[in-house]
């Protein structure tokens, strides 16, 4: 009976003219559901293969690619929409790559807040040996929100982790793909008690199989004002366990890694980032306080051989006597 159903909806959809189709339904469709759409049949999948639509909705959806990759397609789509399973290992690491693109957008309640583009050069000596650190916001300028900010209460976070959205895609223009960072909606949203300012962190955790190698790439958005927030900071930054951060050639490894990665269903984006980096952080607690305990036996043992090796010299000098 279903299958009967579906197959009078199939048909009866095909009787109605291709124009009205493109014009007046897909576009008003999003990503997600266009796909959905594409596989009803052979000829919505036709209809829906169609690359300007799919360029519109890249540009709506990321309105920093317009003035990255104006003909965005379906492919591009599906790069940055997807999230990240599984980080690719890459051979081919002479590969040109002379030119990382970041386009950024923040939103809050859908309206858009921010949306820049940075071109960074990557084979420079600074950037290589340098901890990377891309920033979109000039350190001598903030960016204003229609964010009410008034007396700051618990509130204040959990509208932000609701409310503000973000996406960081970086672009390999030599490979021709993409991959977007972020976790879309915060991991992370607290008060910096020292200067009153609050952090909002989203985040994408890039596994291995060994530990010593799983790395975060974080970014930070910085607000401040009295009565309405500024954004005044908004960087990239790429962290291991232990909480240093790589240098730009490293950190070119991961970004690569990340965009040439198996992808997955991008509709658990925020629930997969978010458990991700509490496991990060998990075990990045776990590390920082095995390291204490380590450090702490050596100190004790130090101290114990000190006061032995006093002991000793003291009853050698006594003996000696």
Known sequence: MASSSSSTVTDLISTVHHDIIEAHILTRLDGPTL?????????????????????????????SVSRTIPDASRSFFSDVYSV??????????????????????????????????????????????SPLRIDMVDT????????????????????????????????DPIGKRAANLSSHRPVLVQRNWISGEIEAKFATVV?????????????????????????????LKVE??????????????????????????GRRRETESKKRHHEFMDKKRERK???MKTDLVFDILTVAFGILGFGSFVGFCLWSR
């Open 35 to 63: 796909v959905s759409v594409s596989c009803a049949s052979a000829h919505l999948h036709e209809l829906v293969s169609n690359d300007i639509l799919w360029s519109n909705i890249c540009r709506s959806t990321w309105p």
């Open 84 to 129: 990240l399973d599984t980080a690719a290992s890459v051979s081919d690491l002479d590969r040109p790559f002379p030119e990382l693109i970041s386009a950024v957008d923040i939103h809050y309640r859908g309206k858009l807040v921010l949306s820049r583009v940075a071109k960074t050069e990557t084979t420079t000596t600074w950037f290589q040996s």
């Open 140 to 171: 001598k300028d903030t960016v204003e929100t229609p964010i009410k900010r008034g007396r700051w209460t618990e509130d204040t976070c959990r509208d932000l982790e609701q409310h503000l959205t973000l996406s960081w895609i970086v672009i």
């Open 207 to 235: 596994e291995s199989t060994s530990p010593d190698e799983t790395v975060e790439c974080g970014i930070t958005v910085v607000t401040c004002g009295e009565e309405e927030m500024h954004v005044k900071d908004v960087s």
């Open 240 to 265: 291991k366990m232990e909480g240093t951060h790589l240098n730009g050639k490293d950190s070119l490894v991961i970004l690569r890694s990340v965009i040439e990665g198996k992808r997955g269903n």
């Open 289 to 291: 306080e095995k390291k």
